[in-house]
């Protein structure tokens, strides 16, 4: 909603292009480090407005000819994994890849999303009351209900407290009712989310056990 200026040039370099942008730094803190003791119902409404108004933008977005965004299944990003090395683990991939493939991809319900859209890509600003999306890198054209599903997830492992089922209906209920205020989701949708809940669980799920076989075993592994 903010009408930052930003600047693009195009620097030569050893027979490469690269590009170099400048942008206004958003104000306030990163949500990953907001103590969930500061998160609240208004919060977590603002956050479903804000989700909510980019993905009604994206519904009238036309992008120009030949500079379409991938979709999410043809880009890297938090759902699309390759198949785990654990024959297992790939099988249980590829069921639930079979589910999602088989969901409609009507224009009201598929459209641009975020795709990594947890707690450290959004900004707070508790001056304005307001949220600032960042890091699109892996934006792709994708279910808009997957953009909330990412929210849920990263959440819940954020959340170190008790009644993490009550809190995780909460979280929905009032992250549902802001993100409502700006943009339609039918109940069926709703009902997917569990869907994209366990594919982001199994492509996390094979990234730990590569890392931990790599010995790789940092704080932000072991959170997860």
Request: glycine share 6%.
């Amino acid at each position: 909603s903010h009408s930052w200026p930003s600047r693009v040039e195009s620097i030569l370099h050893e027979g490469q292009e690269w590009l170099v942008m400048t942008v206004t730094l958003a104000p306030g803190i990163l949500a990953e480090n907001l103590g969930l003791d500061r998160w609240d119902p208004a919060l977590f409404q603002e956050l479903g407005r804000t989700v909510g108004t980019v993905h009604a933008l994206s519904r009238k977005y036309i992008p120009p000819a030949g500079l379409r965004r991938p979709d999410w299944d043809a880009s890297v990003n938090l759902f699309n994994h390759p198949a785990p090395e654990h024959e297992w683990l790939a099988r249980k991939q590829a069921a639930v890849l079979e589910r999602i493939h088989k969901l409609p991809r009507g224009g009201d319900d598929y459209g641009m999303i975020h795709a990594d859209l947890h707690f450290g890509n959004f900004i707070i600003d508790f001056s304005t009351h307001s949220i600032t999306l960042i890091d699109f890198d892996d934006c792709a054209y994708g279910w808009f209900v997957m953009d909330l599903a990412v929210l849920l997830f990263d959440i819940l492992v954020l959340y170190e407290g008790e009644n993490r089922l009550d809190f995780a209906r909460e979280f929905m209920i009032h992250l549902l009712s802001g993100y409502r205020a700006q943009s339609s989701i039918s109940r069926f949708w709703v009902e997917q989310i569990p869907l994209f809940l366990k594919l982001l669980e199994i492509n996390l799920y094979a990234d730990l056990l590569y890392l931990e076989k790599t010995d790789h075993l940092d704080p932000w592994v072991a959170k997860f």
